[in-house]
Nanobody
Framework: QVHLVESGGGLVQAGGSLRLSCGAS????????MGWYRQAPGKQRELVAT???????NLADSVKGRFTISRDNAKNTAYLQMNSLKPEDTAVYYC??????????????WGQGTQVTVSS
């Protein structure tokens, strides 16, 4: 019923920039937190950045000063602006939306992922 779709990934030279987008299709309401995660081969999925409904953001230390997370609630879309990309940023990037059910139980929605490859 609800699925998230990431876009904007691709191949970029070190020092370059990419802007990822994550849009929700279907009915989704009251997204409390939008987040971006990434997973490199052989590694665990790690948190990159989150943004709450009030606009509070948290970013991993490895991307602070380079990445920016934002959201457009009207469009049910999350963005990740990635600047000064490094080869170590290479990973599959996933978005996640968290909502609360009528019983106040958190419900997570995940995108399918988009590949970001940074060449040296």
């Amino acid at each position: 019923q609800v699925h998230l779709v990431e876009s904007g990934g691709g191949l970029v030279q070190a020092g370059g920039s990419l802007r990822l987008s994550c849009g929700a299709s279907g009915s989704i309401h009251s997204v409390s937190t939008m987040g971006w995660y990434r997973q490199a081969p052989g590694k665990q999925r790690e948190l990159v950045a989150t943004i709450t409904s009030s606009g509070s953001t948290n970013l991993a230390d490895s991307v602070k000063g380079r990445f920016t997370i934002s959201r457009d609630n009207a469009k049910n879309t999350a963005y990740l602006q990635m600047n000064s990309l490094k080869p170590e940023d290479t990973a599959v990037y996933y978005c996640k939306f968290t909502t609360l059910s009528l019983t106040w139980k958190p419900l997570d929605y995940w995108g399918q992922g988009t590949q970001v490859t940074v060449s040296s």
